[in-house]
């Protein structure tokens, strides 16, 4: 696998576009001379060079030309400067020869990427055919500007009959899902995948186990799922580095499909895993670590990953992003973090998780800060019924647990117990079912005011 970081690294944005630009660009190439640093320290995963020219982001090579190491510049002082690696750094020792690519990360980009698995920096690891011929970007690219952004006008279906109804996402929506481990985030990233109306998917599996990674793509997602996505990987094992790569590696894919029109889900896992991934990098890099052990670029690190997602001028991003929240804290600072920086949450439940209630979305907890942009009124009202029914029942729940409730105190819990199978039916959802939208409104309707179409959930 080879990855073709040639001497067209420069700077796009300075170089005239068109086969005028790519000639420019060759004869500045050549034209340069090309200066070779040395390593000069390795402390843990920094590598020290000197005798380089570098801007923050650069790529570059270390070792011989055959099999060179590729690392990326995190810090610089006056003569030195401190690169992360993009690989083992075994072969590396004081006096390796370094040269600057003189650019970013670039990864070929195309439609032929629909249906395939890539690694963190967006090389292909399913086996599949080689990426030649495709065009080469930056993965680095700025967001829409605010005032050129549509407004969230139009729901997007995404085919979990809970999501659509209780927690409506829209085109162009940015959401959190809050959960611990093993409480279903995967399965219902894959159900998802499925039932959405999205024209592409891009997922980003990242920091997990190299196993569970083969399982969420031969299990969960199968490969009706496949076809409709892009796949980046980049599991725990791999450098902290490619991990957080990983992320805008996925995040400039779907920026591509954006471009062409398209309207794109783009679904992260974890984003808590590329928050831990930047505190390694921050911390390589000398930054002091502040809020309970993460230095401040993890903080700065959200906005800027999660604002080049939303909607645009045409297409748009619409993103998932999945929140660990480790021991069901979910007060912890990334979550926190991630909360106020994302248009809705849905928080997944243990306890329902481990009753069997799947998908184990706890209604009540989720929110989505555009329902009232993406709705009717009828349906705004009837979703609204059905939490106050669900929160009338919550209130009561410990006194009909010990047999203290009386009947008729309380109208709305009333009807809640009477209710209940129905509603723990109408959210239920088996990991193989896709329900359109239009029918879980049906569904919802013919719950809470009777069944006038003999609309049943089956
Ligand atoms: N919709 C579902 N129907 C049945 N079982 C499910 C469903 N979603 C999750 N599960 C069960 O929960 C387990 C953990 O789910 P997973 O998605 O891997 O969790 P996470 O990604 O949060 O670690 C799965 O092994 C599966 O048995
Ligand atoms: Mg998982």
Same mark, same amino acid.
């Given at each position: 696998m080879s990855l073709m970081f040639g001497e067209d690294m420069t700077d796009t944005a300075a170089t005239p576009s068109g086969l005028f630009g790519d000639r420019v660009a060759a004869l500045r190439s050549v034209a340069r001379p090309r200066r070779t640093g040395v390593v000069v320290g390795v402390v843990g995963l920094a590598v020290t060079v000197s005798g380089i020219v570098a801007r923050i982001g650069d790529l570059v090579r270390i070792g011989s030309a055959e099999a060179p190491l590729l690392a990326e510049v995190v810090a610089l002082d006056h003569e030195r400067v401190v690169c992360l690696?993009?690989?083992?750094?075994? +072969?590396? +020792? /004081?006096?390796?020869?370094?040269v600057n690519t003189e650019g970013p990360l670039r990864i070929a980009v195309g439609e032929e990427l629909r249906g395939r698995v890539l690694d963190g920096l967006g090389r292909p690891m399913d086996g599949g055919p080689a990426l030649t011929g495709m065009s080469r970007v930056s993965v680095d690219m700025a967001p829409p500007s605010a005032m050129e952004r549509s407004l969230i006008s139009e729901p997007l279906q995404l085919g979990v009959r809970a999501l659509d109804t209780m927690v409506p996402c829209g085109h162009g929506q940015r959401i959190g899902i809050f959960a611990g481990s093993g409480v279903g985030k995967s399965s219902l990233l894959s159900m998802i995948t499925r039932g959405t $109306?999205?024209?592409?998917?891009?997922? !980003?599996?990242? @920091?997990e186990r190299g196993r569970e990674v083969r399982e969420f793509l031969e299990h969960d997602l199968g490969p009706e799922g496949l076809a409709r996505s892009v796949v980046v990987v980049a599991?725990?094992?791999?450098p902290p580095l490619v991990r957080l790569r990983a992320g805008f590696v996925a995040t400039r894919i779907a920026e591509w499909y954006r471009d062409r029109g398209k309207n794109v889900l783009l679904m992260m896992d974890s984003l808590t895993r590329i928050a831990m991934a930047q505190r390694e990098v921050g911390l390589s890099a000398g930054e002091p670590p502040a809020t309970r052990g993460f230095p401040p670029s993890v903080f700065a690190l959200l906005p800027t990953l999660l604002e080049?997602? +939303?909607? !645009?001028?045409? @297409? @748009?991003?619409?993103?998932?992003?999945? /929140?660990?929240? $480790?021991?069901?804290?979910?007060?912890?600072?990334?979550?926190?973090?991630?909360?106020?920086?994302?248009? +809705?949450?849905?928080?997944?439940?243990?306890?329902?998780a481990t009753a069997g209630h799947f998908p184990s979305i706890e209604v009540l $907890?989720? /929110?989505?800060?555009?329902? @009232? !942009?993406?709705?009717?009124?009828?349906?705004?009202?009837?979703?609204?019924?059905?939490?106050?029914?669900?929160? !009338?029942?919550?209130?009561?729940? $410990?006194?009909?647990?010990?047999g203290a409730y009386v009947p008729g105190t309380n109208p709305d819990a009333d009807r809640a117990l009477a209710l209940r199978d129905q509603i723990n039916d109408f959210l239920r959802q088996s990991i193989g079912d896709q329900v359109p939208a239009e029918r879980a409104w049906a569904q919802l309707g013919a719950l809470l005011h009777g069944n006038p179409n003999g609309e049943g959930l089956s």
């Open positions: 690696p993009l690989g083992p750094l075994g +072969g590396v +020792g /004081v006096g390796s020869p370094v $109306e999205a024209e592409i998917t891009v997922i !980003a599996l990242i @920091g599991t725990s094992d791999q080049r997602a +939303g909607p !645009a001028p045409v @297409g @748009g991003i619409t993103g998932l992003y999945t /929140v660990l929240v $480790e021991g069901d804290d979910h007060n912890e600072p990334i979550a926190d973090a991630a909360r106020s920086i994302l248009d +809705g949450h849905v928080v997944l439940d243990r306890r329902l $907890e989720s /929110v989505s800060r555009v329902t @009232g !942009a993406i709705t009717t009124p009828q349906q705004r009202s009837d979703s609204s019924e059905l939490r106050r029914l669900m929160a !009338a029942q919550r209130d009561v729940r $410990e006194l009909v647990e010990i």
